[in-house]
T-cell receptor, first 111, second 114 residues
Framework: DAKTTQPPSMDCAEGRAANLPCNHSTISGNEYVYWYRQIHSQGPQYIIHGLKNNETNEMASLIITEDRKSSTLILPHATLRDTAVYYCIVRVPGGAQKLVFGQGTRLTINP | DAMVIQNPRYQVTQFGKPVTLSCSQT?????MYWYQQKSSQAPKLLFH???????NEADTPDNFQSRRPNTSFCFLDIRSPGLGDAAMYLC?????????????FGPGTRLTVL
């Protein structure tokens, strides 16, 4: 699975959009981009995933560049409850769906 | 609600005393995973079961074992816990197969070794 690079920490004001970048320059053609987050003292939670098209669900939007070497997770109206560590993971879907977590981005939403 | 349940949430054991952590799921998923997460680190996969097939990660110590007696339950056994095994242990499930299925995580069991 391809390696990802994320900033170690970010801050965002409550109510504003939080944009979390992820670099995955060695991603291969059949690898998807997944995002999970982990709120303090809880298990990780799936957010969204995509292959090459932009994706949106009730939690977030995922923007993947045309060359697929980077992506951005967007939380459109961040709340204090969005404070968490956000993990970007690239992998081939199917089979046992193993996840290899990097260090992630610690996002702090400030009032 | 369908979910992944871990018991206990907090476990204290003594150095060298065997301990078992349990995980159950109501999702009827084929795959169950165990992750170890040490303080300020990311979760690290120890092993997983795909149905009855056990798959160990190459760097998982022999001190860690797992059992899956049926679809719903999976256990993590630590035969002789050391101080370095103190961590959060996370259980997760997924449907597996060819679809790009997400993993569902339990709340974790925090293990303290005295």
């Amino acid at each position: 699975d391809a390696k990802t690079t994320q900033p170690p920490s970010m801050d965002c004001a409550e109510g504003r959009a939080a944009n979390l970048p992820c670099n995955h320059s060695t991603i291969s053609g059949n690898e998807y981009v997944y995002w999970y987050r982990q709120i303090h003292s809880q298990g990780p939670q799936y957010i969204i995933h995509g292959l090459k098209n932009n994706e949106t669900n009730e939690m977030a939007s995922l923007i993947i560049t045309e060359d697929r070497k980077s992506s951005t997770l967007i939380l459109p109206h961040a709340t204090l409850r969005d404070t968490a560590v956000y993990y970007c993971i690239v992998r081939v879907p199917g089979g046992a769906q193993k996840l290899v977590f990097g260090q992630g981005t610690r996002l702090t939403i400030n009032p | 609600d369908a979910m992944v349940i871990q018991n206990p949430r907090y476990q204290v054991t003594q150095f060298g005393k065997p301990v078992t952590l349990s995980c159950s799921q109501t999702l009827n998923h084929n795959v169950m995973y165990w992750y170890q997460q040490k303080s300020s680190q990311a979760p690290k996969l120890l092993f997983h079961y795909y149905d009855k097939d056990f798959n160990n990660e190459a760097d998982t110590p022999d001190n860690f074992q797992s059992r899956r007696p049926n679809t719903s339950f999976c256990f993590l056994d630590i035969r002789s816990p050391g101080l370095g095994d103190a961590a959060m242990y996370l259980c997760a499930t997924s449907r597996g197969g060819d679809r790009d299925n997400e993993q569902f995580f339990g709340p974790g069991t925090r293990l303290t070794v005295l």
